[in-house]
């Protein structure tokens, strides 16, 4: 009797050490997410025909993340035969996260079919998501039971992902209307506010002017610890007294001070210059500062005369060469915009993990970045983490069993002690808030990037916390907090977090707030 006491004991103790999410104790959800992050299609496959549901489940949704068009077929396979409801959901969902309309079109032949009924709502998501302008045809004619709330709610989504800022048919206003009647809640109520270009109340932030002030002048930014040690407090200082336009270019280009102060001088000096001159264009891509690249990339697509294109071209392949990668991928995507432009050609994305390593040093710095399975394995399913700002605390709770990788990558952080001190350096009313980047102006990482996760269990509402990017698979340091629903980041942008305690306080923030701690809550 005691030796089994004595083994039950080893047990439980085992299992809380190594941790109680769902990778912990099952090597075969551990093979299957690894293919995931790695995107090996082919090895996922055969998953798709296992005994053993959830393994069924995760294999398809892993495709949610990939999105991989090659697999189209097989997902409509899954789709038309699994037996299990929660599966074809899967199917449906990872459909849907290649937002092509040839497949939109496809499951529009399906809706409508006995069989898929129960997939109606899911249907209509994933429609939304791949639809263009001319199929409004089909959300025109749709047969809803606007009463029937979880259909109601899907077209209302599906409407918001395919047409949110285009205009709508007559059809298709007169079945929002009748569905905003019903008042299904305030998801749908955000969504239909947008949809039928209804204001929202937004607390907008004063520009704080005052004639009363005297103006800041580049020598008194130079000679203040203000703006080295508190570049937010600067920015305010700025906003409030006001400073001559040249000596806001004059400060961006001083290298000795902090890049939040740099970064928001120079997108000042373009506002309020209307540009940039070619020549400011040609110092900002030999900076070397990745926010200026940035910013100089985007002026170039802005006015095709200040292009000399073989030269331009041959600048900016320079300069791409001397980006620190994948550290500075944000900047390398905004190289590629330009590129793009000048060579009069369409930009199509790729991420980081797609292109050929041009040089040893991506491998070298980060290039890959695999999941650590014993870390993930010893985090707690309900792992809570408390952010102390200067406004207050907010409380998160991770999602490791829907982000393992996101989250083992943020508490890692988080144990290091990285985001103390940080800034939030982005704020939207009735959006997000924006922080943790080490820059503290919001274009700065560290020399790894990772894959997104996506999964249909995780939605984009107040105080849901996500990964900022740069674009599919390059999230790393920085992170948001949304203040209400929006639909359109879902499955753009990786959940790993939401708030549990001190919405008040996210709903508070303001840019240049702190991030004093953030630390494990045990």
Wanted: aromatic share 10%; hydrophobic share 35%; with cysteine.
């Amino acid at each position: 009797m005691k030796s089994i006491c004595s083994f039950l004991v080893l047990f439980i103790l085992s299992y809380t050490l190594t941790g109680q999410n769902q990778f912990s104790n099952d090597s075969v959800l551990r093979v299957i997410y690894t293919h995931q992050y790695n995107a090996e299609s082919s090895a996922l496959l055969p998953y798709f025909k296992h005994e053993n549901e959830a393994y069924r489940k995760s294999a398809v949704m892993a495709f949610a993340s990939i999105q991989d068009p090659s697999i189209e077929n097989q997902l409509f396979d899954v789709l038309k035969n699994d037996a299990s409801t929660e599966v074809k959901q899967a199917a449906v969902f990872s459909l849907g996260q290649l937002r092509l309309q040839s497949i939109s079109r496809d499951l529009i032949k399906l809706i409508n079919k006995k069989q898929y009924q129960e997939l109606e709502a899911d249907l209509l998501m994933a429609i939304g998501k791949g639809a263009k302008i001319d199929d409004m045809k089909f959300f025109d004619n749709y047969s809803l039971e606007s009463n029937n709330s979880m259909t109601a709610k899907a077209y209302v989504y599906a409407v918001y992902q395919a047409y949110r800022r285009d205009s709508l048919s007559s059809g298709i206003q007169d079945k929002l209307k009748a569905i905003q009647a019903l008042k299904f809640g305030e998801e749908t109520d955000v969504m239909l506010a947008v949809l039928l270009k209804k204001k929202q109340s937004i607390k907008e932030a004063s520009s704080g002017k005052n004639q009363n002030y005297r103006k800041v002048t580049y020598d008194l930014v130079i000679l203040s610890s203000i703006s080295k040690e508190e570049p937010y407090r600067m920015i305010k200082n700025i906003k409030r007294n006001g400073m001559e336009t040249k000596d806001f270019l004059k400060v961006a280009e001083a290298t000795d001070l902090p890049h939040a102060l740099r970064t928001w001088c120079l997108e000042e000096y373009i506002e309020r210059n209307g540009g940039l001159p070619s020549e400011v264009i040609q110092r900002l891509l030999e900076s070397h500062n990745s926010s200026f690249i940035s910013l100089a990339c985007a002026e170039i697509r802005k006015d095709s005369s200040l292009i000399d294109s073989k030269e331009q071209r041959e600048k900016l392949q320079d300069v791409q060469k001397e980006l620190i990668m994948p550290r500075d991928f944000e900047a390398w995507v905004d190289i590629e915009k330009a590129l793009a432009f000048i060579n009069n050609t369409t930009y199509t994305y790729k991420s980081w993990f797609e292109y050929k390593a041009p040089s040893p040093d991506w491998v070298k710095y980060g290039y890959s970045n695999p999941i650590d399975w014993k870390y993930v394995r010893s985090i707690k399913q309900n792992q809570k983490v408390r952010i102390t700002t200067n406004k207050g605390i907010i409380e998160i709770e991770c999602k490791v069993n829907e982000s393992p990788a996101s989250v083992a990558n943020f508490l890692k952080l988080v144990d290091t002690g990285f985001y103390n001190n940080k800034y939030f350096h982005r704020v939207v009313p009735n959006f997000v808030i924006q922080g943790g980047c080490p820059r503290g102006d919001g274009w700065g990482s560290l020399n790894w990037l990772q894959r997104s996760e996506f999964s249909n269990s995780l939605t984009y509402k107040p105080g849901m916390v996500g990964l900022a990017s740069s674009g599919k698979d390059s999230e790393g340091v920085q992170w948001f907090i949304t203040h209400t629903y929006t639909p359109h980041l879902d499955g753009r942008y990786t959940i790993f977090a939401e708030v549990t305690k001190g919405m008040d306080v996210v709903n508070a923030i303001e840019v240049g707030d702190t991030i004093q701690k953030v630390e494990r809550i045990k």
